[in-house]
């Protein structure tokens, strides 16, 4: 579907690295330990907890689809949802 994927949490790169390692995780993520990127998308709680988001991006920084019920979305139910949006 041409589409990059990156995990934004506030966690420094190498609490990342260990999760990642842990889950087998092949996409790109992001330390953003000031919320600078998640606070500018909504996702930081009043407890400045960052809440479990998805986003889709366009090539043009568009936002075309998000999910923000902060539940894990499983990887194939993410893929057939971004499959529907993509194809639009």
């Known amino acids: 579907m041409n ?3 990156i995990a934004i949490s506030r966690d420094l790169q190498p609490a990342q690295q260990k999760f990642k390692e ?5 996409n790109t993520f ?3 330990p000031e919320a600078k990127v998640i606070g500018a998308y909504g996702a930081l709680n ?3 907890i ?3 988001y998805y986003f889709l991006i366009d090539e043009n920084g568009r936002l ?3 999910n923000v019920t902060g539940q894990l979305i499983p990887v194939e139910k993410l893929v057939e949802d971004l ?3 993509v194809k639009k």
Request: glycine share 0%; no cysteine.
């Open 64 to 66: 075309i689809w998000k």
């Open 22 to 26: 842990t889950v087998s995780a092949k």
């Open 3 to 5: 589409i990059e994927v």
């Open 30 to 32: 992001l330390a953003d």
């Open 83 to 85: 499959a529907v949006v």
């Open 50 to 52: 960052s809440n479990r």
């Open 46 to 48: 009043a407890l400045k």
